[in-house]
């Protein structure tokens, strides 16, 4: 194999049309978008206008020993993926011109009239197809879209031919020279695995973007090259190409995306300690140097190998908890869901691996998945976590603990998932209890929170929603609630909505009063975007009227069903006590209907996420903003005979 260092144009990198690329299948799918694409547009346009080469990049690629003219990318697959697409919709508008039949027998294809087609430049088995297709119709056609890479090459095919309107034939030629002859690259192809050693240590550190993910691909390469470790190589080129798939299903494409995984990785496999974790690729090449002695080569290596396995396994985890696919069992389907739906799960992720890589009884499996949901909520999705103490040290302790002494005792303790559970109620009672958790639903007479800016609210009310119907026998909404239409009007199916506006009303005394009237979760419900429009500064007995109208001729919330009753209740009881519908009646209306609302989501909430087990637990809440002293909420616990015994807030 020969070296080469100087810079090529693209005619020379494929040697006249003699050199074959394929990219392999531990590579990363394509990533470029409308941003990278332009510049590179920009950048041909400019060369038109001159007569100099445009240094455009750096190729790296590895010769294959079965066949030496088909070489593997390593590094400058996405600049050359762009370029042959760029030209191959070229060549189709200009096919009849000699020019255009020279670049596609360059980089395209070439054979094609004596029958034997010989593809120049191939992409990972998981998107060849599809690539093949857009090379040769210039369009997808028959092969599906199933990730963010394939709906690039798509989008990138689609974007080259809108290019192309108004230029003519002799533009295209001009383009396909300056593309062929005038863009430079440095193409570097080692002759040995030392220097293969080199290229991967340059690739890493040259200070080009890559994720951490990459990184340690790379590392794990050289560290097998270096020092003969053939079964590490494999499994990394095989392992790498399942993790990109589901990661990919997963929609974790970007490198922040696969950052946050390998850090959960390392979390469960490497440290639970949060120090570092975001640098996992610094952490193995110290603690795993490749010129390490002998001796613990052969440790480390193996360590090194069950780590590229878990991070395989952990992929699989990803793509259940956001697609729900591979999942046995409908109820295992719904618990993740829950999960993946909330603001954030990012404290129990490291749980969640570490449950799916050694659980193997699914019915116990779901269970602790339902308690990690629920606590995640309690703690995590209402806020009580604070910043200078969330509890997640404590939390990745665990998960580590769980994964690496699993089935064995550890410091006198069995290590099973019963034990786990055990571990979580514990956390529950101790951070996140019934009367915390109330008094994050609830605000207190001189409280300043404002329910509006809760990041959970359109989670919290889409379940309360999902509850309404599941009782009404009809399906869920929770997924069309809060899965984004698009990245530019995200969620907007459905709207929090105030029940109380932000009008002035002079149904209340003073201005704090109006405040937090509108401020508190009673007032706040979900709807379908048409009926928010139309209803968005009316007083609330004519919303109500008209959400209960609405109701008869379009879909939406059946929470809206509720509104109509409480108020009607509250202006009864309202009518015994008032002769004339002053401000004060205006005044206990809306509060005792604000009161009767916020009641039933807090109990709805007490039921929803109630942990078994907790202590203190609380039964039922009343919500009364007229009685005395601070608090609005008094709590019911159960007692032996039955009853309800009713206490303040404590």
Not at 202 to 224: C, D, F, H, Q, T
Not at 444 to 464: I, Q, R, T, V
């Amino acid at each position: 194999m020969t070296q080469q260092y100087e810079l090529l144009t693209l005619k020379q990198v494929f040697a006249d049309g003699n050199r074959r690329f394929v990219i392999p299948d531990y590579q990363r799918g394509y990533s470029w978008e409308t941003r990278q694409r332009q510049d590179l547009l920009g950048d041909i346009e400019q060369l038109r206008k001159s007569d100099s080469r445009h240094f455009t990049g750096t190729i790296v690629a590895t010769g294959r020993e079965d066949f030496p003219d088909i070489y593997e990318i390593v590094d400058g697959q996405q600049r050359l993926t762009t370029l042959v697409l760029l030209i191959s919709t070229i060549v189709r508008r200009i096919s009849f011109v000699e020019a255009a039949v020279e670049a596609r027998r360059l980089v395209v294809s070439s054979g094609q009239e004596s029958g034997n087609a010989i593809r120049k430049f191939r992409l990972n088995a998981s998107q060849d197809d599809l690539f093949e297709e857009l090379l040769v119709k210039g369009a997808q056609q028959t092969r599906e879209i199933h990730t963010k890479s394939d709906q690039n090459l798509v989008d990138a095919v689609a974007e080259f031919t809108t290019w192309q309107n108004g230029k003519s034939d002799a533009d295209l030629q001009e383009i396909l020279a300056v593309i062929t002859t005038r863009l430079g690259f440095l193409f570097f192809a080692p002759a040995n695995n030392a220097e293969i050693g080199i290229m991967f240590e340059v690739i890493n550190n040259r200070g080009k973007p890559l994720s951490e993910l990459e990184k340690i691909k790379n590392y794990l390469l050289y560290y097998a090259e270096k020092n003969g470790k053939p079964d590490l190589k494999t499994r990394v080129k095989s392992s790498w190409a399942t993790i990109l798939s589901n990661l990919s299903e997963s929609g974790h494409t970007s490198n922040d995306d696969e950052n946050v995984f390998l850090r959960n990785c390392w979390l469960v496999f490497g440290s639970s300690s949060p120090k570092g974790s975001w640098e996992v690729y610094e952490q193995i090449r110290q603690a795993k140097p490749a010129a390490a002695p002998t001796e613990v080569i052969q440790a480390d290596w193996k360590w090194l190998y069950e780590f590229v396995e878990f991070m395989e396994n952990t992929s699989l985890t990803f793509k259940k908890l956001v697609t729900q696919r591979t999942v046995s069992t409908n109820l295992e389907r719904l618990r993740l869901q829950r999960i993946h739906l909330q603001p954030s799960n990012a404290s129990i992720l490291p749980l969640l691996i570490a449950l799916y890589a050694r659980e193997l009884d699914g019915d116990t499996r779901i269970r602790t998945i339902a308690l990690l949901e629920k606590l995640n909520f309690r703690y995590y999705g209402t806020g009580i976590a604070s910043r200078s103490d969330t509890g997640q040290g404590h939390l990745f302790g665990l998960a580590f603990e769980y994964y690496h002494h699993f089935g064995k005792k550890h410091e006198g303790r069995l290590i099973d998932t019963e034990w786990l559970a055990r571990e979580l109620v514990h956390f529950v009672s101790t951070e996140a209890n019934d009367q915390k958790f109330i008094q994050q639903l609830t605000l207190n007479k001189d409280e300043a929170g404002n329910y509006f800016n809760w990041g959970g609210l359109k989670f919290f009310l889409a379940n309360y929603e999902d509850a309404l119907r599941s009782k009404a026998g009809e399906s869920s909404i929770l997924k069309a609630a809060l899965t984004p239409r698009d990245q530019t009007a995200p969620n907007d199916f459905y709207h929090r909505e105030h029940i109380l506006a932000d009008q002035d009303f002079t149904a209340f005394n003073d201005q704090d009063e109006r405040d937090i009237s509108k401020r508190r979760l009673g007032n706040f419900l979900l709807l379908r975007e048409t009926t928010n429009i139309k209803v968005s500064n009316k007083r609330p007995e004519e919303k109500v009227a008209l959400y209960f109208a609405d109701r008869l001729h379009e879909p939406n919330t059946l929470m809206i069903r509720e509104l109509k009753e409480w108020l009607d209740a509250a202006v009864a009881m309202c009518d015994q006590e008032w002769e004339r519908k002053t401000q004060n009646y205006w005044r206990h209306v809306y509060a005792r209907f604000l009161d009767t609302r916020e009641q039933a989501l807090v109990n709805f909430a007490l039921g929803r996420w109630r942990v078994e087990g907790v202590t203190r637990a609380v039964d039922r809440v009343e919500i009364d903003s007229f009685q005395e002293g601070n608090e609005m909420f008094r709590c019911a616990r159960a007692c032996d005979d039955g009853t309800l015994e009713i206490r303040n807030a404590e």
